[in-house]
């Protein structure tokens, strides 16, 4: 079955740096993968996804790249806030009969603390 | 933004009990799956749900557990005799029909085991 792999587990910032998360998967078929934000006790959120038919995609200051050769894909936060600190979870999943996705496989989660 | 909502947000059971959580997935949603988080840890499928069967399980989803949808609206899991280390953070998410529909998840329901 599939693994994620995320690293590091702990990442601290100066605000206003560039937070860079990395994950590896292992299934070649898996074609989705998004990224969550989870803050403390509270839902995981979707800040943003790619699928496997595209090499890079941005929103404002979240971009996720994806190898699909290397089997990796990154999250970059830019001009990092105090207010991006929380966890973040990599996920990927392949589509199932159906035409939605399989489930999400995730990593084990960055905590990222973003300092003032 | 419709949202995907999770009732009791926490649960505290004895061991052995059965316990039932239970989730409003979005309305026109078709996908329905539960995960969840042991404390610190990553989120764990559990099971998914489409058209009225399950579509996938993982090694976790044992015979202790059960879902379903029970009418147009709720999607339940049900498990049936509760161990200490069933206690965990429990997700239910919802996406729709393509392979475009991302998984909107609920606020969680945190279920304690003592």
């Known amino acids: 079955g599939e693994n994620v792999e995320q690293h590091p587990s702990t990442l601290s910032v100066q605000e206003g740096d560039s937070a860079v998360i990395k994950c590896t998967y292992s299934?070649?078929?898996?074609?989705?993968f998004p990224w969550y934000k989870q803050e403390l006790g509270k839902r995981p959120q979707l800040i943003i996804d790619i699928r496997s038919n595209v090499g890079e995609k941005k929103d404002q200051r979240i971009a996720v790249t994806l190898n699909k050769t290397a089997k990796h894909f990154s999250l970059h936060i830019t001009e990092t806030q105090p207010e991006d600190s929380a966890v973040y979870f990599c996920a990927a999943s392949s589509m199932n009969y159906g035409g939605s996705q399989g489930n999400l496989i995730f990593g084990k989660g960055t905590k990222l603390s973003v300092k003032p | 933004e419709p949202e995907v909502t999770q009732t009791p947000s926490h649960q505290v059971t004895q061991m052995g009990q059965e316990v039932i959580l239970r989730c409003v997935p979005i309305s026109n949603h078709l996908y329905f799956y539960w995960y969840r988080q042991i404390l610190g840890q990553k989120v764990e499928f559990l099971v998914s749900?489409?058209?009225?069967?399950?579509?996938?399980k993982s090694e976790i989803f044992d015979d202790q557990f059960s879902v379903e949808r029970p009418d147009g609206s709720n999607f339940t899991l049900k498990i049936r005799s509760t161990k200490l280390e069933d206690s965990a953070m429990y997700f239910c998410?919802?996406?729709?029909?393509?392979?475009?529909?991302?998984?909107?998840f609920g606020d969680g329901t945190r279920l304690s085991i003592l």
């Open positions: 299934d070649s078929a898996s074609n989705y």
């Open positions: 749900f489409y058209n009225n069967e399950i579509s996938e």
């Open positions: 998410a919802s996406s729709g029909q393509g392979g475009d529909q991302p998984q909107h």
